[in-house]
């Protein structure tokens, strides 16, 4: 196959058919024939020679050259491609490093196996093009829906025909009771796409939250429109859903647009999704009334939040616990998905037993730290006091508005507290000391004597042992494992310690020791500050 001029337009108008089959740029098949045709006049120059080919836009005419660079007299490495700089001077009037000699050669006539190879080469080229074509197309639609065509099912994962490629909807990312047949039309969503050796891979899902989010998206206008949001998606396949909206239109209900005339719009949704149920759940920023809302259709007594562990125990008449919770768990679960918290539900009685049992426990420290009769300690845990040092320290007013308390009684009790208090701090203390607690921990402020003998029996004894601990060591944590929340208790929680409080506290030793700049320690807070500003 020679280069002639009779086949130099060939070359274009071959470009410009690929591009057009491929729907690719034609200069990168353009640029793929140069590469295929200067490797197949290697081969008939020699594979050391630096043989380049341009192929002209517009008359299609290959022009084959060779190039030489000039390097150091000690940096030839190849003599075919490289020359010294007094060897180039024949060529060259003032040659300099890095100058290249270009010399025009005779075009090839290319065998039958050259022929094939340069075919191959173009071949490759422009699948790599076609593939990088087609991952910047799909990569742009990840998190849409996608309609397909089912084309075969291999080991339970169906292959998707997407057009302009091939999609696969893994088994795991079905709805549990659908089933599809070749030819069979299909929605799906774009969970994820990635480059991979044979080409750009498409993960599709029908399981996935969002599957649910994009659809209502499509049969709500006013959610496409932005004037209502999907705040939160939570999902059992093929069973049931929640989602939670919220509305930028104080005009319109979000949860009245969601459901559509007669439940037009959210039976369009619950049919593609094979008869799932949906509640739709006006979204709160309070995040009680939130999940009021969310347990829907149980009623909620009260709720109490514990925003250091994350965690929200729910109360409930007796009657709604089954309710609350639902088969095997499933509302409680979705809720808890929704809102991203914990929850724990009990009864009304299992409530009121809590209570009393704190009741008892705490009117049990007064009797015996204070020797006070039982009928006075319930009196002070009736008005609200939890603990000794709210009594030693509390302001004296406050004792002497419960009934029966004159300021002798209310003295009386603050010194038999603060008393108590001492006597515990100097055997916490003596404990520490004896566990081995070096006087750079005891120094250090922001430890009571009974948090000293609390990390002395941990181990902790220095300040350098201290600055080592992570917060959520000291604070306790929640992890995260098998999909279960697991509790991690910490040194100092039961001394009430939030994990602001320990980091803080770790932070100031680690500056103490010379471990940490404190100019760093404002950073993060001044990005903080950025991002709540961009928000």
């Not at 909807?169 to 799906?188: A, C, H, K, Q, V």
């Amino acid at each position: 196959m020679a280069i002639t001029s009779a086949n130099q337009l060939e070359l274009l108008q071959t470009a410009e058919a690929v591009a057009r089959e491929k729907m690719i740029d034609p200069e990168l098949v353009i640029q793929a024939m140069e590469d295929s045709l200067a490797r197949a006049a290697k081969s008939r120059y020699g594979a050391e020679m630096d043989i380049r080919v341009a192929i002209d836009r517009k008359t299609g005419r290959a022009r084959f050259t060779r190039v030489r660079t000039v390097v150091a007299d000690d940096g030839v490495e190849n003599y075919q491609a490289q020359l010294t700089v007094e060897q180039a001077k024949p060529y060259l009037a003032e040659p300099k490093l890095g100058d290249e000699i270009i010399d025009e050669v005779p075009p090839v006539d290319l065998g039958r196996i050259a022929a094939q190879s340069a075919k191959q080469v173009i071949l490759q080229k422009v699948r790599e093009a076609e593939r990088d074509r087609q991952f910047e197309e799909f990569i742009g639609r990840k998190g849409t829906i996608i309609n397909g065509v089912v084309k075969r099912e291999e080991y339970g994962n169906i292959i998707v025909d997407i057009g302009r490629g091939e999609a696969i909807l893994r088994r795991n990312e079905r709805i549990g009771r659908e089933s599809f047949r070749p030819n069979d039309r299909i929605r799906s969503y774009i969970k994820d796409v990635r480059r991979e050796p044979r080409g750009p891979q498409v993960f599709l899902s029908r399981t996935d939250p969002q599957f649910m989010a994009e659809l209502f998206k499509m049969e709500v206008p006013e959610i496409y429109d932005g004037i209502i949001e999907i705040k939160a998606v939570a999902r059992d396949p093929g069973s049931r859903a929640k989602i939670a909206v919220i509305s930028y239109d104080n005009s319109i209900d979000p949860v009245g647009a969601c459901v559509g005339m007669r439940g037009s719009r959210v039976q369009a949704v619950v049919g593609e999704l094979q008869g799932e149920k949906i509640d739709i759940i006006p979204w709160n920023a309070d995040q009680a009334t939130f999940l009021v809302n969310a347990l829907q259709p149980a009623e909620v007594s009260k709720v109490v939040i514990d925003e250091e562990a994350n965690r929200i125990v729910v109360v409930v008449p007796d009657e709604q616990l089954s309710l609350a919770i639902g088969r095997r768990g499933q509302n409680v679960r979705l809720a808890s998905q929704l809102t991203g918290l914990d929850i724990d539900i009990m009864t009304e009685a299992d409530e009121s037993s809590r209570r009393q049992a704190e009741f008892a426990e705490r009117t049990k420290l007064f009797v015996d730290a204070l020797d006070l009769d039982e009928f006075f300690a319930q009196l002070l845990v009736a008005e609200g006091f939890t603990n000794l040092e709210e009594v030693a320290y509390v302001d004296l007013d406050e004792l002497l508005q419960i009934e029966g308390v004159d300021e002798g009684t209310a003295g009386e009790l603050q010194t038999r507290a603060r008393e108590y208090i001492e006597a515990q701090n100097r055997q916490a203390m003596e404990a520490a000391v004896a566990l081995g607690v070096e006087q750079s921990l005891i120094d250090f402020e922001g430890l009571t004597p009974q948090m000293l003998e609390a990390l002395a029996k941990d181990g902790v004894k220095t300040l350098e042992d201290f600055a080592t601990c992570a917060d959520w060591e000291l604070a306790g944590g929640w992890t995260t494992v098998n999909g279960a929340r697991v509790k991690d208790e910490g040194i100092l929680e039961k001394y009430e310690m939030s994990l602001e409080e320990a980091q803080h506290l770790v932070m100031t030793a680690r500056v103490q020791l010379g471990w940490v700049d404190p100019s760093e320690l404002e950073a993060p807070a001044t990005n903080d500050e950025t991002e709540e500003a961009g928000d």
